[in-house]
């Protein structure tokens, strides 16, 4: 993230309460000013000076909670008053619909901050890389399961569904998986990794993204190891052993750029059809949704209604909505916009499923680092004060809730 972003985030007007929820100005105490204004120059001066000091050391000594020592200071002893945080996105969704996150690996195990939010915010969580392959199995056939179990056991305990991301991706195929092999060979490794996998974690998943950005932007298969050396039956293929390995979770294919009526959209409408038609287990079509500012898909609702068309479940699986540094008031509008846009298109197929951010806060978004230029993408602000974006969300929530409360 660069210093704009940390700037610009809704960080420098808003005024928080000690648990750091923003509070709207109209709570913010004015008798200071009032003081001020009756008392001499020179004790005023001395006065700001000893209140900046007093400020400093108390910034230095605790009053940010960040991650690290400062979490270990010892919990005051009387219990705070609860304030009350922002609402609960999970609480405010329709039974049939789920609202996740991403999560990032080393936020979940370092920062109390985050866990509270992704535990009191989301009902569905996919892990934001702790299930890919370089990950679970960085040498052949030894696997490494320590950050995806702790994510799949905070999932449990928060009483969150598991969205498995992904089993197949051509941008995370181990080094070791070498092209110089025989198609069988390949194939053989292929089914291993999957199987493996899948059975890990039977009965604890919901959904698997089974393959992962399958297409070229032109709508066509795109081309990658797995195309070159096993052919289209490779997709079909990985939904079956999939399916095999855990017949109860629902099995999605996923891709970026579909989420409006584009020509990548169109070959993957094409391709979910002969897929089924072909007989593989496809049950859901996840859409990315990684949105830039200013670039808002085209008809997205319309889009997912001809998919859900085919007889299959819908979800947003990866949104984020990236603004153009240096962000501004107007675009932080502009991009609680885009996110209620993306929700209706949900809430309007009857099939879609859930909703997933990639990520709910800015400190730890992948905009930061693969968008340069970009940023601030989130809807919690890098010190987890909720932006515009979330109250766009929970307002477009509130108001279904109460027109059909059940
Ligand atoms: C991204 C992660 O967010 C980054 O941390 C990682 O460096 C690269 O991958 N589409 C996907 C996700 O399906 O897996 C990607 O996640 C973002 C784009």
Same mark, same amino acid.
Not at 200 to 221: F, T
């Given at each position: 993230?660069?210093?704009? !972003?940390?700037?610009?985030?809704?960080?420098?007007?808003?005024?928080?309460?000690?648990?750091?929820?923003?509070?709207?100005?109209?709570?913010?105490?004015?008798?200071?000013?009032?003081?001020?204004?009756?008392?001499?120059?020179?004790?005023?001066? !001395?006065?700001?000076?000893?209140?900046?000091?007093?400020?400093?050391?108390?910034?230095?000594?605790?009053?940010?909670?960040?991650?690290?020592?400062?979490?270990?200071?010892?919990?005051? +002893?009387?219990?705070?008053?609860?304030?009350?945080?922002?609402?609960?996105?999970?609480?405010?969704?329709?039974?049939?619909?789920?609202?996740?996150?991403?999560?990032?690996?080393?936020?979940?195990?370092?920062?109390?901050?985050?866990?509270?939010?992704?535990?009191?915010?989301?009902?569905?969580?996919?892990?934001?890389?702790?299930?890919?392959?370089?990950?679970?199995? /960085?040498?052949?056939?030894?696997?490494?399961?320590?950050?995806?179990?702790?994510?799949?056991?905070?999932?449990?305990?928060?009483?969150?569904?598991?969205?498995?991301?992904?089993?197949?991706?051509?941008?995370?195929?181990?080094?070791?998986? +070498?092209?110089?092999?025989?198609?069988? $060979?390949?194939?053989?490794?292929?089914?291993?990794?999957?199987?493996?996998?899948?059975?890990?974690?039977?009965?604890?998943?919901?959904?698997?993204?089974?393959?992962?950005?399958?297409?070229?932007?032109?709508?066509?298969?795109?081309?990658?190891?797995?195309?070159?050396?096993? @052919?289209?039956?490779?997709?079909?293929?990985?939904?079956?052993?999939?399916?095999?390995?855990?017949?109860?979770?629902?099995?999605?294919?996923?891709?970026?750029?579909?989420?409006?009526?584009?020509?990548?959209?169109?070959?993957?409408?094409?391709?979910?059809?002969?897929?089924?038609?072909?007989?593989?287990?496809?049950? @859901?079509?996840?859409?990315?949704?990684?949105?830039?500012?200013?670039?808002? /898909?085209?008809?997205?609702?319309?889009?997912?209604?001809?998919?859900?068309?085919? @007889?299959?479940?819908?979800?947003?699986?990866?949104?984020?909505?990236?603004? /153009?540094?240096?962000? +501004?008031?107007?675009?932080?509008?502009? $991009?609680?916009?885009?996110?209620?846009?993306?929700?209706?298109?949900?809430?309007?197929?009857? +099939?879609?499923?859930?909703?997933?951010?990639?990520?709910?806060?800015?400190?730890?978004?992948?905009?930061?680092?693969?968008?340069?230029?970009? @940023?601030?993408?989130?809807?919690?602000?890098?010190?987890?004060?909720?932006?515009?974006?979330?109250?766009?969300?929970?307002?477009?929530?509130?108001?279904?809730?109460?027109?059909?409360?059940?």
């Amino acid at each position: 993230m660069t210093e704009e !972003v940390r700037a610009g985030a809704a960080t420098g007007t808003v005024v928080r309460t000690d648990d750091g929820w923003p509070v709207s100005p109209s709570r913010v105490p004015t008798s200071v000013d009032r003081t001020m204004s009756r008392l001499p120059r020179a004790r005023v001066v !001395v006065l700001s000076v000893v209140v900046l000091v007093l400020v400093a050391c108390a910034a230095y000594f605790g009053w940010d909670r960040g991650v690290g020592p400062v979490e270990s200071v010892a919990a005051p +002893t009387a219990k705070p008053s609860p304030t009350p945080g922002p609402p609960a996105l999970r609480d405010l969704m329709p039974p049939n619909v789920r609202i996740g996150s991403a999560v990032n690996g080393q936020m979940l195990a370092s920062d109390a901050r985050y866990r509270e939010t992704l535990s009191s915010q989301f009902n569905a969580v996919t892990s934001e890389n702790a299930m890919k392959w370089t990950i679970l199995e /960085p040498k052949r056939g030894v696997y490494d399961w320590s950050a995806s179990d702790q994510f799949v056991d905070f999932a449990k305990a928060n009483g969150q569904a598991v969205y498995g991301h992904t089993l197949l991706w051509h941008s995370n195929t181990p080094v070791w998986v +070498t092209e110089s092999w025989s198609p069988e $060979q390949l194939r053989a490794v292929l089914k291993q990794h999957i199987t493996t996998v899948v059975s890990r974690y039977r009965g604890k998943i919901w959904a698997w993204d089974v393959v992962n950005e399958v297409l070229a932007e032109d709508g066509s298969l795109r081309d990658s190891l797995w195309l070159r050396k096993l @052919g289209p039956r490779y997709i079909a293929d990985a939904f079956r052993w999939a399916h095999e390995a855990d017949p109860d979770a629902r099995l999605f294919i996923n891709d970026y750029g579909t989420e409006g009526r584009t020509r990548k959209a169109d070959g993957l409408l094409r391709l979910v059809k002969e897929l089924r038609a072909g007989g593989a287990p496809v049950h @859901g079509v996840g859409f990315q949704s990684h949105i830039r500012l200013g670039a808002p /898909p085209k008809d997205a609702a319309g889009n997912l209604r001809r998919f859900a068309a085919l @007889g299959v479940s819908v979800a947003i699986t990866e949104l984020d909505v990236r603004i /153009p540094l240096p962000v +501004t008031t107007q675009k932080l509008l502009d $991009q609680a916009l885009l996110y209620q846009h993306m929700l209706k298109a949900c809430l309007a197929v009857a +099939t879609c499923e859930s909703v997933t951010l990639w990520g709910f806060t800015d400190v730890s978004s992948w905009i930061g680092s693969h968008y340069p230029g970009y @940023g601030a993408a989130c809807v919690f602000d890098e010190e987890f004060a909720p932006k515009p974006a979330h109250g766009a969300l929970a307002q477009e929530l509130s108001a279904r809730k109460s027109a059909s409360p059940n």
